[in-house]
């Protein structure tokens, strides 16, 4: 007899991820117990879920955190723009349930995440870093979630704070500071994400570009993340952990 299949809870189901997680559920043999978007109640379907997928909203993080805890059930964050004010706490929260949070479900660009760890380890702060990344004009943060995390890994590997990000540049800003790292953020058209990481010295330059022409990517890694934290103990997890990346 087949195995019964994994009954999702989708929040944001009627946006471009929940319709691209849809999709991809179905290719993966995963039933989308219950589709949630405004207005919807997810606390009267979470009893017949396995896991809740969230690809909403940030203002929707918290409730859904709180929910999943109050009812034991693994969830799989995919939203992103959350301020940074509120990100410790949201992470505290999340370590209560089993929980994959990732600003990127993507292979490639978990790849990237770990190519710009070594890139930023091996060249030193002699060479320049600067985060470019492309998004669709109907994107409402930025930069984007997986912009954010290669930041972050370029701080921890440089061992600097936030306050060395550099948002953009205009007007007379002065030479470039040493220990400064750049964050551009292009808005237009149906891109579906691009992200460049240079590392400019003098002499040369390395960039390294993974560009998303199809967000069913990030939604099939999403599907796969929520597959593998079912029955996982309580805890904050990444892609890395769900690809066997660490
Ligand atoms: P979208 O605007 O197309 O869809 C969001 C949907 O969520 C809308 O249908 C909206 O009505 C619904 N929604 C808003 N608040 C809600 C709430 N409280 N409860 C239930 N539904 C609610 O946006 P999108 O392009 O699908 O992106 C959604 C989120 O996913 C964004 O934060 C985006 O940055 C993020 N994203 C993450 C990844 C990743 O790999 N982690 C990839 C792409 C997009």
Request: a positive charge; proline letters at 4%; one cysteine or more.
């Amino acid at each position: 007899m087949p195995a019964t299949p994994l009954s999702v809870l989708l929040t944001g189901a009627k946006g471009r991820m929940g319709q691209a997680v849809t999709q991809a559920a179905r290719e993966l043999g995963v039933r989308i117990g219950a589709a949630i978007d405004l207005g919807g109640d997810p606390a009267a379907a979470i009893g017949s879920c396995d896991v809740i997928v969230d690809f909403s909203s940030p203002q929707a993080t918290r409730a859904l955190l709180e929910l999943a805890a109050a009812h034991n059930k693994p969830i799989v964050i995919g939203t992103t723009g959350h301020p940074a004010a509120e990100r410790e706490a949201l992470r505290r929260l999340a370590a209560r349930v089993p929980c994959v949070w990732a600003g990127n479900f993507s292979v490639g660009v978990n790849l990237l995440f770990a190519l710009c760890r070594q890139a930023a380890r091996i060249l030193g702060e002699d060479y320049d870093a600067e985060v470019v990344e492309m998004h669709h004009r109907f994107k409402k943060d930025a930069p984007s979630g997986t912009a954010a995390r290669l930041l972050e890994i370029i701080l921890e590997e440089r061992k600097l704070g936030p306050q060395a990000l550099r948002h953009g540049r205009s007007g007379m800003t002065g030479e470039r500071k040493k220990g400064e790292v750049g964050v551009h953020a292009l808005r237009g058209g149906d891109v579906v994400g691009d992200h460049t990481v240079m590392f400019a010295g003098l002499g040369e330059r390395i960039e390294l570009t993974h560009k998303a022409s199809d967000r069913a990517i990030f939604a099939r890694g999403a599907v796969r993340a929520a597959q593998w934290v079912v029955g996982k103990p309580a805890g904050l997890y990444d892609m890395q952990d769900v690809l066997g990346l660490k």
